[in-house]
C-alpha cells in the first residue's frame, strides 16, 4: 500500500540542509503540509539565516505543495512553542514531528570545552525535548501523533572526538524508549532514525567513496516510514546508502552469583555473565526488574 500524507502537517527541524530538507521534500510530494524550520546556523551553531528554510518552502511550493517557514532555535523552547503556535495557526494542527536539527563542535574529550559539550546537548536532546514537549498535548487530544528522534551510530556504538555528540544522540533513544511507552494510548507512536548520508555534517568525517554512495535520499524513505500511520512504535532505525538495519538494547540472561557476593565472585562469573548466546530484549524497565527478581528468588529457594 502507498504510503500518504495528505492532510498530514509535519514540522520538521533543521530543514534547510542536508537530511531534513530531503525529509521535507519526500514528506510533500507524498501530499503532507510542512513547516520548515531552520535556524540557519552554520555546522557549529553559530550565526543565523531564514535563507535556507525560504529557499525550501519555495520548492516545495514551485512543485504544488504547501509550506512555510520557520527560523526558531530549537534550543530555546519559548521560540519552539512560537513554532507550534505558528503552525496551529497556519494548519490547523500537527500530525508530524521529526527532530532533525544538530550541530558538531568535535574536539576530542580532553580539549573539548564545557561549552561545547552544553551547545551540542542543548540543540540536539533539549530541542528535541522541547519540540516534543511543544506537540505532545496537541497530538493527545489528537488522538495521533508520529514523532522521530535522530540518534547517531556514534551514540550507539561509540566514535572518537564525539563525546558530547555521541551523549546527547543516546540520550534520545532513551528519551523514546519512555515515550513510546506513555504515548501508546494516545496513539503517539514514537521511533528513532540512525542515518549515515552525505551532509555538511558528515563532509569531513566520511572517505569520499562513502560521500558518493551515501545520498539524503536513500536515508528518507526510512524517516518517512517511521512516521507514517501504519508505522511501528519504540523502533531505532539504522539507513544509509540504501541499507537498513534495526539496532536494539539487549541484556543477558541474568547469572545468581550469591546473596554475600564479592567482587571476586563478580570475576569469576564474569565468562556467563556475558555470554551473549543467552542475550534478548527488553520490552521495559519493569520487565529487567521481574526477571532478576525471579533469577535471585529462584537460587536462594534452592539454596
Known amino acids: 500500500m502507498t504510503i500518504r500524507f495528505d492532510g498530514r502537517v509535519a514540522i520538521v527541524t533543521g530543514a534547510g540542509n542536508g537530511l531534513g530538507r530531503i525529509h521535507a521534500l519526500q514528506l510533500a510530494e507524498r501530499g503532507a503540509k510542512l513547516v520548515i524550520n531552520d535556524f540557519g546556523g552554520s555546522r557549529d551553531g553559530s550565526g543565523s539565516s531564514s535563507e535556507a528554510a525560504l529557499a525550501v518552502v519555495e520548492e516545495i511550493r514551485r512543485a504544488g505543495g504547501s509550506a512555510i517557514a520557520n527560523g526558531a532555535n530549537v534550543a530555546d523552547y519559548e521560540q519552539v512553542q512560537a513554532l507550534v503556535a505558528q503552525t496551529v495557526a497556519e494548519f490547523g494542527r500537527v500530525d508530524v514531528l521529526i527532530n532533525n536539527a544538530g550541530i558538531l563542535r568535535d574536539k576530542s574529550f580532553p580539549k573539548m570545552e564545557i561549552a561545547d559539550f552544553r551547545a551540542v546537548l542543548d540543540v ?45 544522540k543516546m540520550a534520545l533513544v532513551g528519551l523514546m524508549n519512555m515515550l513510546a511507552i506513555e504515548g501508546r494510548k494516545n496513539n503517539i507512536h514514537v521511533n528513532t532514525l540512525a542515518p549515515m548520508a552525505a551532509t555538511r555534517m558528515t563532509e569531513d568525517v566520511m572517505p569520499e567513496e562513502l560521500l558518493k554512495a551515501s545520498r539524503p535520499e536513500q536515508v528518507s524513505p526510512g524517516a518517512l516510514f517511521l512516521v507514517s500511520e501504519d508505522a511501528p512504535t519504540k523502533l531505532v532505525l539504522g539507513a544509509g546508502a540504501g541499507v537498513f538495519s534495526a539496532v536494539r538494547m539487549e541484556e543477558t540472561a541474568p547469572v545468581f552469583v550469591g546473596a554475600n557476593v564479592t567482587p571476586e565472585d563478580v570475576q569469576a562469573h564474569l565468562a556467563q555473565i556475558t555470554d551473549w548466546n543467552t542475550a534478548g530484549p527488553r520490552n521495559d524497565a519493569n520487565q529487567q526488574v521481574q526477571i532478576f527478581i525471579e533469577t535471585a528468588m529462584q537460587a536462594l529457594k534452592g539454596a
Request: charged share 10%; with cysteine.
Open 124 to 168: 540536539h536532546l533539549m530541542g528535541s525535548l522541547y519540540c516534543t514537549k511543544a506537540v505532545w498535548d496537541l497530538m493527545k487530544e489528537q488522538n495521533y501523533g508520529r514523532i522521530l528522534m535522530t540518534t547517531s551510530a556514534a551514540g550507539l556504538f561509540g566514535n572518537f572526538g564525539q563525546a558530547n555528540y555521541g551523549a546527547a
